[in-house]
């Protein structure tokens, strides 16, 4: 069964400070997607990335960059230079090519609070 | 592009009322389509998925019903509402080529 876990409940960081959001992931399979979302105050879930189990290549888009680790299962999320905007409940979620219909697994989510 | 939208945005009911939340998808065709519920507490819950029209799935058996009557229509129902069906709903959409999904911007649902 695929499973999802982050272990950060809450961050609270001052604007410009970088910080890391962790994600450990558990599959069978050897072909896997990741991928993390952003949920602002206003609720919808907008999507950040997603990476295949195939390319472990890391990315990196703006103050944005993800950490691709299949060797540890993780897929951490480091935002640099973090500002206001930024406050948001982040998920990290994982979806099997076995499973139809490509269900996702989500973690619970980090709560992450900059402050000005 | 693509859009998917949802209504109502938010819904007072009371307990044993019905209920029904739409969600519409434009710009693909034949989409799979979900419905999630986010409590208190943020984690999603998966409710219903379609892989089409007619065609639902669902992953946890409840007070709710899900239906399909258009591609690009996804329908979440009660006959009677609970306490507990209050929470943040969320309809979802991926399509052909992509494994991610895309979220409509929610129902946030209160039952009194």
């Known amino acids: 069964a695929q499973k999802v876990t982050q272990v950060q409940t809450e961050i609270s960081v001052v604007e410009k400070e970088d910080v890391t959001l962790d994600c450990v992931y558990e599959t069978r399979d050897t072909t896997y997607y990741l991928f993390w979302y952003k949920q602002p105050p206003s609720g919808e879930l907008v999507f950040l990335i997603r990476r295949n189990s195939f390319d472990e290549q890391n990315e990196i888009s703006g103050r944005y960059s993800w950490n691709f680790q299949k060797s540890t299962s993780s897929f951490n999320f480091t935002i640099t230079a973090s500002q206001v905007v930024d406050s948001a409940v982040y998920f990290c979620?994982?979806?099997?090519?076995?499973?139809?219909?490509?269900?996702?697994?989500f973690g619970r989510g980090t709560s992450l609070i900059v402050h000005p | 592009s693509q859009t998917i939208h949802q209504w109502p945005a938010t819904l007072v009911q009371p307990v044993g009322s019905p209920l029904s939340l739409e969600c519409t998808v434009e710009g693909t065709s034949n989409p799979n389509l979900y419905w999630y519920r986010q409590a208190a507490g943020r984690g999603l819950q998966l409710l219903f998925y379609?892989?089409?029209?007619?065609?639902i799935s669902s992953e946890v058996p409840q007070n709710l019903s899900a239906s399909r009557p258009q591609d690009r229509q996804f329908i979440l129902s009660s006959k009677k509402l609970l306490l507990s069906d209050s929470g943040f709903y969320l309809c979802?959409?991926?399509?052909?080529?992509?494994?991610?999904?895309?979220f409509g911007p929610g129902t946030r649902l209160t039952v009194l």
């Open positions: 979620a994982l979806s099997e090519a076995s499973r139809g219909s490509y269900i996702p697994t």
């Open positions: 979802a959409w991926k399509g052909d080529g992509h494994n991610e999904q895309f």
């Open positions: 379609s892989v089409g029209i007619g065609q």
